[in-house]
């Protein structure tokens, strides 16, 4: 259940039951964080499918989700969560697109559909393929090369109603 107050429970009043999808910004190696651009656009995919993108990040990636949520104006950047307020918000949510980090494990773990964007690290290693999940090996690719895959994978969306 969501928190009774503080700032995530202000963004669960805010979002009602409107759905959403989460993209985590950023990652612990620097390697595998993507620009606010990228992160701007894979927002608008979320919000092409019908859900409300959120943004979720850790303590270094605050200014970097800020920079991506201008990018896509209808992006809410969620307030710092603990881990455990993280992984209630994953579980609500209806989609994860994340970099390979502790988020995408977590989002798999609690059962949320999750694309795991692979820009450093081997997918076949670390990666979740099996549906209702997706892997997208962006290693070496554009991102105009591989947002094509998120795209599909978010349509259409889930229609089992909110999480």
């Known amino acids: 259940a969501p928190p009774a ?6 963004l669960h009043r805010q979002l009602g039951d409107e759905p959403f999808g989460l993209v985590n910004v950023g990652a612990r190696l620097p390697e595998k964080t993507l620009s606010a651009e990228v992160y701007a656009a894979l927002a608008a995919e979320l919000a092409r499918a019908g859900l409300v993108p959120v943004l979720t990040y850790g303590p270094r990636e605050q200014a970097l989700a800020e920079a991506a949520a201008r990018g896509c104006p209808t992006a809410r950047c969620a307030p710092p969560t603990t881990l455990v307020e993280l992984a209630i918000l994953i579980s609500r949510a209806r989609r994860v697109v994340t970099c390979d980090t502790g988020p995408m494990h977590l989002a798999v773990a609690v059962g949320t559909p999750t694309c795991g964007l692979f820009v450093a690290t081997p997918p076949e290693r670390y990666g979740h393929g099996a549906a ?3 892997i997208v090996d962006a290693r070496s690719r554009a991102p105009a090369c591989w947002i094509d895959e998120v795209r599909a994978w978010l349509q259409p969306p889930l229609s089992d109603g909110p999480r």
């Open 132 to 134: 209702p999940h997706r």
């Open 5 to 10: 107050e503080g700032p995530l429970a202000e």
